[in-house]
């Protein structure tokens, strides 16, 4: 099983800031099959980026995702104030699919 | 609008079992797979299962297999997850996802449907 690691745990931002979070794997990510989630207090999580670095429908530019092998990096440009929340990623490279365990970004 | 929703959550005895029913409505239903995930309350994402587009594979977490069984009825567009012989630390809201392409990202969430099990 692939183990996902992401940092910070919590970042702490105000609105306008560039916000840059980090997942890295225990194995390569085969394919490039890494996507990242932002779930809000009682809400479903949304898909923001697959393919490490597509955009899903309707995510606005200022996110951007990059990365390669065992890192992978997600960047809000400057952060809106619905940006605040948790973000997860998730590797479904492998039948095995696994999730990080999130870092949460605050005001 | 493309819709899942899920239901069947409760409260369970440890041991006991629960069906999850995902009923799915705006999209093509045999054309996609389906994710189950799980959170604790106050935790993070755990994948738990998955079955394919016509439902010939099934994957499941090492924590669940042999106890969850996931099923699909394409009469009724819903996705089901069986579980059996329920753990106290399997308390979570239970979401149903679908995935974008076959083995792809998850695309669309349901609400999510809440497991208790407790005594």
């Known amino acids: 099983e692939i183990v996902l690691t992401q940092s910070p745990g919590t970042l702490s931002l105000s609105p306008g800031e560039r916000a840059t979070l980090s997942c890295r794997a225990s194995q390569t990510v085969s394919r490039s099959y890494l996507a990242w989630y932002q779930q809000k207090p009682g809400q479903a999580p949304r898909l923001l980026i697959y393919g490490t670095a597509s955009r899903a429908t309707g995510i606005p530019a200022r996110f951007s995702g990059s990365g390669s092998g065992t890192d992978f990096t997600l960047t809000i440009s400057s952060l809106e104030p619905e940006d605040f929340a948790v973000y997860y990623c998730q590797q479904y490279g492998s039948s095995s699919l696994t999730f990080g365990g999130g870092t949460k970004v605050e005001i | 609008q493309v819709h899942l929703v899920e239901s069947g959550g409760g409260v369970v005895q440890p041991g006991g079992s629960l069906r999850l029913s995902c009923e799915a409505s705006g999209f093509t239903f045999s054309n996609f797979g389906f994710h189950w995930v799980r959170q604790a309350p106050g935790k993070g994402l755990e994948w738990v299962s998955y079955?394919?587009?016509?439902?010939?594979?099934?994957f499941y977490a090492d924590s669940v297999r042999g106890r969850f069984t996931v099923s699909r009825d394409s009469s009724k567009n819903t996705v089901y997850l069986q579980m059996d012989s329920l753990r106290a630390e399997e308390t979570a809201m239970y979401y149903c996802?679908?995935?974008?392409?076959?083995?792809?990202?998850?695309?669309?969430w349901g609400q999510g449907t809440m497991v208790s099990v407790s005594s």
């Open positions: 079955i394919q587009y016509d439902g010939k594979n099934k």
């Open positions: 996802a679908r995935e974008k392409l076959p083995y792809d990202a998850f695309d669309v």
